[in-house]
T-cell receptor
């Protein structure tokens, strides 16, 4: 079956760095997305990785290793507004999205 | 648990026809279902929120007569794109939540609509 695993919840301190991991087993692979979702709001697109390596975009970076079925989202210089759920989603060979359950990130002052 | 399915996975239709997309929560009761539209590598755009047994609430700019939403039961919501046009071609994603606030949403795999 198809499966995406990410931690349920993580806690970090304002100003620090946090890494949210995502492992996947899917029928084929056409790309991996990271979204940020604040409670009651629509998910916001953060990144899209289709090739191995690190993609940096401001305070957020995303890494992909297709051979290991692994990705992480790295958030630097954490701010209180980064408290949200972070969703990992993989596009399979049929271009269907397989969603992780999301990681709730709690930022403490 | 918390699985959401969509049917069909993809559909190609002629301009002017109507297309129905189903969203089902397979192992839980979804008090609230959300319909999103996604263009490539962009954020999901919320189209409407539907609570079981009541009329859907549409976001600004979304035509309720064009995108008909029916949330007939706690496990099924349907989105009908009426008189589809090529500009309606997109990826439609639903999510389901046990609570009315949608604080924890479970997403479906999406339906890719292509209108010729």
């Amino acid at each position: 079956g198809q499966n995406i695993d990410q931690p349920t919840e993580m806690t970090a301190t304002e100003g620090a760095i946090v890494q949210i991991n995502c492992t996947y087993q899917t029928s084929g692979f056409n790309g991996l997305f990271w979204y940020q979702q604040h409670a009651g709001e629509a998910p916001t697109f953060l990144s899209y990785n289709v090739l191995d390596g690190l993609e940096e975009k401001g305070r957020f970076s995303s890494f992909l290793s297709r051979s290991k079925g692994y990705s992480y989202l790295l958030l630097k210089e954490l701010q209180m507004k980064d408290s949200a759920s972070y969703l990992c989603a993989v596009e399979d060979s049929n271009y269907q999205l397989i969603w992780g359950a999301g990681t709730k990130l709690i930022i403490k002052p | 648990g918390a699985v959401v399915s969509q049917h069909p996975s993809w559909v190609i239709c002629k301009s002017g026809t109507s297309v129905k997309i189903e969203c089902r929560s397979l192992d839980f009761q979804a008090t609230t279902m959300f319909w999103y539209r996604q263009f490539p590598k962009q954020s999901l755009m919320l189209m409407a929120t539907s609570n079981e047994g009541s009329k859907a609430t549409y976001e600004q700019g979304v035509e309720k007569d064009k995108f008909l939403i029916n949330h007939a039961s706690l496990t099924l919501s349907t989105l009908t794109v009426t008189s589809a046009h090529p500009e309606d071609s997109s990826f439609y994603i639903c999510s389901a939540s046990r609570d009315r606030g949608g604080n924890e949403q479970f997403f479906g795999p999406g339906t890719r609509l292509t209108v010729l």
